[in-house]
């Protein structure tokens, strides 16, 4: 795709491209973005613990695909959106569906659609689709993230000086995964889910609409966010830099709406007990939670069971969060499996 064509009103089609190398779940990345989440679900922590469950390794939390996201949405606007600059994207939706866990040791590659951009007056919208594909050519998950851009911000001086004062930018690694694109729209068959629910989830028959999940409010620091940064690969500056965050408008750095998702998904596995039960997950972001260098944030999640299917047997949770009685989650939803 010509670069004239990324923002094009003409742009009809969703481009795709596909990585030249695969991205290999590490055992000690799983306990650390597990910490970064501070999920403490003893199967990503603990071999024997997920091995008796039925795993072969250390089970990957519901997020963890944000991390490979991230990886390609900046190959994205290096090669692609040269028009745009994250510091000037707010992300809105995040959809995340899963087909089958993954695992410590799994090799996967993440396929990345660029759907055509809706402009907007003051922006555009611009929408990403993952497709994440095992060593077996099996589709493991999916994801769909939107965002909201601004064209030509990367070029205002102000925000220019903030980027080029407080952003790595004096190495080069000797290699990087190159991305191709691809014609057409890729179909791999969906994996077969290989688990059986742990004993922990609860029986369908002993859930019923209405029932109300208890209520956990977590704290997040300035180093919650910048230990965040470095391990999901988002490197908005928004997120720990108070220049950068105040240049963009912001009252101060602003937590990441995928750590407040993700923190979220481990207040649901906590109440079904089993990270792998979840099969649907997604956020629509309508607040921010700021975290000040002496003023930690206390983010409330709530959570009811919205509607249950008898015939798949899942049960669909209603997700609330909210930063000093204002809502950060709009519409957030969780789908689970039960007993």
Request: hydrophobic letters at 40%.
């Amino acid at each position: 795709m010509k670069p004239e064509d990324v923002s094009s009103e003409d742009r009809d089609w969703t481009q795709y491209y596909r990585p030249d190398d695969h991205y290999q779940i590490g055992r000690e990345e799983i306990r650390e973005f597990a910490r970064s989440m501070k999920d403490g679900h003893i199967v990503h922590w603990d071999e024997k613990a997920a091995a008796d469950r039925g795993h072969s390794g250390l089970v990957a939390p519901l997020t963890f695909t944000a991390r490979l996201a991230g990886s390609g949405l900046n190959w994205l606007l290096d090669n692609v959106l040269l028009e745009y600059d994250t510091s000037a994207f707010v992300q809105t939706d995040q959809v995340f569906t899963y087909h089958r866990p993954m695992h410590a040791g799994d090799r996967l590659s993440l396929t990345m659609g660029l759907t055509p951009i809706r402009q907007k007056a003051g922006g555009d919208t611009i929408i990403v689709e993952g497709l994440l594909i095992n060593d077996s050519g099996e589709l493991v998950a999916t994801l769909l993230t939107t965002a909201a851009g601004r064209r030509g911000a990367h070029a205002e001086p102000e925000l220019a000086a903030a980027l080029s004062d407080v952003m790595m930018g004096d190495f080069s690694p000797p290699t990087t995964t190159g991305w191709q694109e691809i014609d057409g729209v890729p179909t791999p068959p969906i994996g077969t889910w290989d688990h059986d629910l742990d004993a922990a989830v609860p029986r369908f028959e002993d859930v019923s609409v209405g029932d109300v999940l208890p209520p956990k409010t977590v704290t997040l620091r300035r180093g919650d966010l910048v230990n965040y940064a470095g391990i999901s690969a988002d490197w908005n500056p928004i997120h720990w830099s108070e220049r950068a965050a105040g240049v963009v408008g912001l009252d101060t750095c602003a937590a990441h709406g995928m750590l407040t998702m993700g923190i979220g998904s481990s207040f649901v596995t906590g109440w079904v007990g089993d990270p792998t039960a979840v099969r649907d997950y997604r956020v629509r972001f309508t607040g921010i939670a700021y975290v000040a260098e002496d003023a930690p944030a206390e983010v409330e999640y709530t959570g009811r069971v919205k509607s249950l299917d008898d015939e798949a047997r899942t049960a669909t949770i209603a997700l609330g969060a909210t930063f000093r009685g204002k809502r950060i989650f709009g519409r957030a939803t969780a789908t689970v499996a039960l007993r």
